[in-house]
């Protein structure tokens, strides 16, 4: 059996991707894109879309992390991504969905609206994703950034948004680990997506001190101890003023 994976480092829904494959005990192999030529390269190899995580299963092409969690899951049962119980199945997929249709897309907006103007990002963009020069990359990654940007319509309101939102997100994500649909133990779907989410937005210097003392961001920690890091400050502290700070 052939599995490729295609991914970047910074992607946290590749994150979850490889650990799916991780739990299932399937050999898999890694194919890095540099971030910014995601939607030529995947374009090119036969993908409908330009996004990772991207799947070559025994050339079958999937792509997202909530398809590539069905697709495993039919290909192998065990250990499981999703509860055998049909309601609490029900339940687990609800959040599967709000964790990639809503939470997911918080760190996505925020770093892609930072590299519209912040230099610093840029420059550490570029060398954590090895670009030669990258105080140069960093100046010529303007036309990349502002087309990523306009993609998914993050512009200042979207990622002001994003930011208010977030508390209450996190909060959501804390009561689904208390109610035992996460499950750090035994990672499943739905653990993966949210975690994962979870994990990416630690990373960011600006947000250490509102996610620091929540159980989710354990939760996170413990299901993927290395993420790269840290994402180095650039929300607006008036926009970060606004948000309360955890216990």
């Known amino acids: ?46 993908f409908r879309g330009g996004t990772v995580p991207a799947l070559k299963l025994d050339g079958r092409r999937i792509q997202g992390s909530c398809q590539i969690a069905r697709a495993l899951e039919q290909l192998q049962r065990e ?10 199945r029900a339940h687990a997929e609800e959040a599967e969905r709000w964790g990639e249709k809503e939470l997911q897309d918080v760190p996505r907006l925020l770093i892609r609206w930072g590299l519209l103007g912040d230099m610093g990002l840029r420059r550490w963009l570029a060398g954590q994703s090895g670009m030669p020069l990258p105080g140069l990359a960093a100046r010529t990654l303007g036309p990349v950034a502002r087309y990523y940007a306009h993609v998914i319509g993050a512009d200042e309101e979207a990622a002001r948004r994003a930011l208010r939102e977030l508390p209450a997100m996190l909060d959501r994500a804390d009561e689904l680990l208390a109610e035992r649909t996460l499950t750090p133990a035994e990672p499943t779907a739905v653990t993966l997506q949210i975690l994962s989410s979870i994990r990416a937005l630690d990373a960011f210097a600006d947000l250490r001190a509102h996610l620091n003392g929540r159980g989710s ?16 400050a650039f929300i607006p502290a008036t926009w970060l003023a606004e948000l309360p700070v955890a216990a």
């Open 79 to 88: 250990p499981p991504l999703f509860p055998a119980d049909p309601v609490a």
């Open 1 to 46: 059996m052939s599995i490729k994976l295609y991914s970047f480092e910074l992607s946290h829904p590749s994150m979850a991707a490889s650990k799916m494959l991780e739990l299932k005990g399937l050999d898999f192999r890694t194919v890095t894109i540099m971030p910014g030529t995601q939607r030529i390269y995947l374009r090119a190899l036969g």
């Open 217 to 232: 961001t354990a939760a996170a920690h413990e299901v993927f101890p290395d993420y790269p890091g840290p994402v180095p």
